[in-house]
């Protein structure tokens, strides 16, 4: 089996930003956060670590009339993976909840790894594993699920089941549901469609998303009529892989939300959850697996220093954002192609530095393609 060499991850760091050119990323207030001491198997090293989920219960939320995305991280499900969960509202209104998961398996043909799992992102990885999502990897896990806990459902029916069991609830009755679904004895009882023995973790993860995620602000409407894609992406380099989810209300974007992962030092990042724990066992010593938007601080430092960055990671989000949303996929589509060649992308996106500003449309072009 292929070992990859481990870099240095603040050299990985280092060049990678470079990379970025004029960007960085936002100031994101972390009220969740956690120091913990962690012991890596592999180096007997004792490292502090710090765990990020992403919230911020202080955000400023619009009310109703405006559609909002909220993205939260969570361990909903044991040690060994880590959830990252997207909720669309209006106002107290849960309209759309998307779950997926992230887990380090044996490398095989069996599984699919997330994007850039065979570049420098990868070369971070336990030895002889890979990361990856069990959304696209449903088939593949589900046989695991099968095999090891006598599984009738797949992994993406019991998930799409909790979703569907959150959307067109408000955050009040989600909260009020909550105590059923924890004491039934059968979930599926409550949850019609899900059999996971964790499904109180997944819908529990949902609504703190609900409450304290990070925001991304969507169309003014009072419509809720709209349809969701999510996809995987390499946006910008090889050291890291993005989350990318989009609402679209008939041929327009809605509302977008985009952030990446990275290998990032323990010391200045916040780590995804289950990094203190089963997930993080191996992974090289002080380093950490980490969310760019949800550490904003520890980015921005970084991009200034290394790029000179004047616009921060989550204001390039933002902006992007903004650009995409009211606008149809032939339109975004001749957006990323008037980009070429030029070296203010600002002149196309309104704030957005990005040297990768067309890699990041791109993937909301992907995402709300798959959302048709």
């Known amino acids: 089996m292929k070992k990859f060499t481990v870099l240095s991850a603040t050299l990985l ?33 004792t490292t502090k670590m710090t765990i990020n989920t992403g919230a911020d219960a202080d955000a400023t939320v619009p009310g ?11 361990a909903p499900h044991g040690t060994q993976s880590f959830a990252a969960v997207n909720v669309t509202l209006n106002g107290d209104t849960i309209v759309a909840a998307r779950i997926d998961e992230f887990q380090y398996v044996d490398k095989s043909a069996d599984w699919t790894g997330v994007p850039n799992s065979d570049s420098d992102f990868g070369k971070n990885y336990p030895s002889g594993k890979f990361l990856i ?18 599984a009738t459902k797949t992994w993406q029916e019991s998930a ?18 909550l105590p059923t679904v924890k004491s039934a004895k059968k979930v599926g009882d409550v949850v ?3 059999t996971f023995a964790d499904t109180y973790g997944y819908l529990s993860a949902i609504y703190d998303a609900a409450t304290t995620g990070m925001v991304s602000t969507g169309i003014a409407t009072t419509d809720n009529t709209i349809t969701e894609g999510q996809v995987l992406a390499a946006p910008h380099g090889k050291q890291s892989f993005a989350t990318v989810t989009v609402a679209m209300q008939g041929d327009k974007v809605a509302a977008t939300f985009v952030d990446e992962f990275q290998y990032t030092p323990a010391a200045t990042f916040g ?28 980015y921005s430092a970084l991009m200034k220093k290394e790029a000179k960055a004047t616009h921060t990671w989550t204001e390039n989000a933002i902006a992007i954002n903004d650009f995409a949303k009211g606008k149809t996929i032939a339109e975004l589509e001749a957006a990323v192609a008037s980009l070429k060649g ?21 993937a909301v072009i992907e995402a709300a393609k798959a959302a048709q």
């Open 342 to 362: 030029k070296s203010k992308v600002a002149d196309v996106v309104s704030g957005a530095t990005f040297v990768d500003t067309a890699g990041y449309l791109t």
């Open 133 to 150: 999502a069990k959304l696209e990897n449903s088939k593949a896990y589900s046989a695991l699920m099968t095999k090891e806990a006598k």
């Open 160 to 177: 799409t089941a909790i979703e569907n069991y959150a959307k067109g609830k408000t955050i009040d009755e989600l909260k009020a549901a």
């Open 271 to 298: 780590a995804v959850p289950n990094s203190d724990k089963d997930f993080g066992k191996d992974i090289k010593a002080g380093t950490v697996l980490a969310s760019k938007r949800a550490n904003s601080d520890a």
């Open 13 to 45: 760091l280092a060049v990678g930003l470079a990379a970025c050119g004029n960007a960085g990323d936002s100031s994101n207030k972390d009220s969740s956060s956690k120091t913990v001491t962690s012991s890596s198997t592999s180096t007997k090293k």
């Open 192 to 194: 019609s469609g899900a």
């Open 64 to 74: 109703a009339g405006t559609l909002i995305m909220r993205q939260l991280y969570a």
